[in-house]
T-cell receptor
């Protein structure tokens, strides 16, 4: 049973470049979340989708960040242009329910982003 | 402003003893609380949860206690095993969790042989 799949696992890029992170949620899950983990702030919710529709993007730090979910099996998080302070581990998570906690969030293994 | 706080960045416990991880929250609207466990280079995995209508939930070696009046919860692991060495995140939600989870910064638990 495949879990949440994220790619790439590691990304190293230079300041100013565009970065695209990818996520494939668990089949049948209708909610998808993007989180960022840093030492200073821990795990922060950036944006989440329900049935492919963005519900709340108030956690997105700046306009340089954007996320899309063109279909139920794929989502992207894009940073353009990237900056050194964007360096972090980015996690994607999915859940089968919008309300209720019959099943909690399932996380992918994350993408470690380093911007030099 | 951190709504979920884990004030101990790390905790060292001897194998076989009890590990107690603590978590405090400030948002009185939170009605569901979870603990996640994270190994290096992996994503967090769900461990145990508790609804605000309960004050205790037990699953094998893991027990979560909730004190709503103090806005405090704790995770007890007994007996502690080497495989329990990981980072533990406390998380909370309101309104059924549709808006995602709010996480603490985590506590790194080290089980010593």
């Amino acid at each position: 049973d495949a879990g949440v799949i994220q790619s790439p696992r590691h990304e190293v890029t230079e300041m100013g470049q565009e970065v695209t992170l990818r996520c494939k949620p668990i089949s049948g899950h209708n909610s998808l979340f993007w989180y960022r983990q840093t030492m200073m702030r821990g795990l922060e919710l950036l944006i989440y989708f329900n049935n492919n529709v963005p519900i709340d993007d108030s956690g997105m730090p700046e306009d340089r960040f954007s996320a899309k979910m063109p279909n139920a099996s794929f989502s992207t998080l894009k940073i353009q242009p990237s900056e050194p302070r964007d360096s972090a581990v980015y996690f994607c998570a999915s859940s089968p329910t919008q309300t209720g906690w019959s099943s909690p969030l399932h996380f992918g293994n994350g993408t470690r982003l380093t911007v030099t | 402003d951190q709504q979920v706080k884990q004030n101990s960045p790390s905790l060292s416990v001897q194998e076989g003893r009890i590990s107690i991880l603590n978590c405090d929250y400030t948002n009185s609207m939170f009605d569901y609380f979870l603990w996640y466990k994270k190994y290096p280079a992996e994503g967090p995995t769900f461990l145990i949860s508790i609804s605000s209508i309960k004050d205790k939930n037990e699953d094998g070696r893991f027990t979560v206690f909730l004190n709503k009046s103090a806005k405090h919860l704790s995770l007890h692991i007994v007996p502690s095993q080497p495989g329990d060495s990981a980072v533990y995140f406390c998380a909370a939600s309101s309104g059924g969790g549709a808006d995602g989870l709010t996480f603490g910064k985590g506590t790194h638990l080290i089980i010593q042989p």
